[in-house]
T-cell receptor, first 109, second 116 residues
Framework: GQNIDQPTEMTATEGAIVQINCTYQ??????LFWYQQHAGEAPTFLSY??LDGLEEKGRFSSFLSRSKGYSYLLLKELQMKDSASYLC??????????WGAGTKLIIKP | GAVVSQHPSRVICKSGTSVKIECRSL??????MFWYRQFPKKSLMLMAT?????????EQGVEKDKFLINHASLTLSTLTVTSAHPEDSSFYIC????????????FGPGTRLTVL
């Protein structure tokens, strides 16, 4: 079967760095997405990776290793507003999106 | 648990035809269902929110008459793209929630629509 694994919940301190991992097993691969969802709001796009390596966008970076079926989202200089759920999704060979259950990130002062 | 399915997974149609996409919550009752459109390599755009038994709430800029949403039961919502045109070609994703407001959402696998 196809599945995406990511931790259910993580806690980090304001100003610190946190890495949210995502491992996947899918039939084929056509890109990996990270979304942020604040409670009470729609998900918002963070990043898209289709080639191996690191994509950096300000405080957020996303890494992909296709051979390992692995990605991570790195958040630097954490702010209280980063408290949210982070969703990993992989597009398989049929262009279907396989969603992770999301990681709830709690930021403490 | 909390599985959401969509049907069809992909559809190709001629310009001017209407296409219906179904979203089902398989093992739970979804009080609220959401319809999104995903642009290539980019963001998930919320189109509308529907609560079972009531009219859908559309986001600004989304045409109600073009994208008809019906949430007739607690396990089924449908999105009908009426008189589809090539610019409607996109990836449509639904999600479902136990809760009436923005609770935890469970996403479907998406439907790829190609309009010729």
């Amino acid at each position: 079967g196809q599945n995406i694994d990511q931790p259910t919940e993580m806690t980090a301190t304001e100003g610190a760095i946190v890495q949210i991992n995502c491992t996947y097993q899918t039939s084929g691969f056509n890109g990996l997405f990270w979304y942020q969802q604040h409670a009470g709001e729609a998900p918002t796009f963070l990043s898209y990776n289709v080639l191996d390596g690191l994509e950096e966008k300000g405080r957020f970076s996303s890494f992909l290793s296709r051979s390992k079926g692995y990605s991570y989202l790195l958040l630097k200089e954490l702010q209280m507003k980063d408290s949210a759920s982070y969703l990993c999704a992989v597009r398989d060979s049929n262009y279907q999106l396989i969603w992770g259950a999301g990681t709830k990130l709690i930021i403490k002062p | 648990g909390a599985v959401v399915s969509q049907h069809p997974s992909r559809v190709i149609c001629k310009s001017g035809t209407s296409v219906k996409i179904e979203c089902r919550s398989l093992d739970f009752q979804a009080t609220t269902m959401f319809w999104y459109r995903q642009f290539p390599k980019k963001s998930l755009m919320l189109m509308a929110t529907s609560n079972e038994g009531s009219k859908a709430t559309y986001e600004q800029g989304v045409e109600k008459d073009k994208f008809l949403i019906n949430h007739a039961s607690l396990t089924l919502s449908t999105l009908t793209v009426t008189s589809a045109h090539p610019e409607d070609s996109s990836f449509y994703i639904c999600s479902a929630s136990f809760e009436r407001e923005w609770g935890e959402q469970f996403f479907g696998p998406g439907t790829r629509l190609t309009v010729l």
